[in-house]
């Protein structure tokens, strides 16, 4: 028989609520707002549910800033595999996998940090090179050739 801890792990996991927001909020950081639109539920399912999923170490919050510099909270995923032995009727172990709390950022998030580096190092690549033809343009007799861009 499931220990208390391992009944409350499973009751969760067969919320269909919970489950609906560790998918959504594993392809994505979500809002309260974007959760309820994507569950089809209340605001205040969805907080009792992320209160839930928190409590158990498989939702990660974070403090957002929107353009008008208003800050609300999105919630991602953290749980990433559940694994439950059963033999002779009998529960044997059940394996929860979560992705340490710095790791717990979307690829998305990844990925525009590292176009972000990208542009900012072609910018001070080109600035540089423009900065070199200006020099070379105004004192061309330094330096016989222009400079390779």
Partial sequence: MPDDEEQELLALLDDEYARHI?????????SV???????????PTIYRRIDRLTAQGFLDEYQELDPDGHHYKTDS?????????????????????????????????????LVVLHL?????????????????NAQ??????????
């Fill in 77 to 113: 995923t953290r749980l990433e595999r559940v694994a439950i032995e059963i033999a002779d009727g009998e529960l044997i172990s059940l394996y929860v996998d979560s992705l340490p709390t710095a790791l717990a950022v979307s690829t998305f998030d990844v990925v525009v940090g």
């Fill in 22 to 30: 560790l998918i959504a909020a594993s392809e994505e950081p979500m």
């Fill in 120 to 136: 900012f190092n072609a910018a001070a690549w080109l600035l540089a090179r423009y900065t070199d033809l200006l020099l070379w």
């Fill in 140 to 149: 061309p007799s330094i330096v016989s050739e222009p400079p390779e861009l």
């Fill in 33 to 43: 707002e974007g959760l309820t639109e994507c569950c089809d539920a209340s605001p």
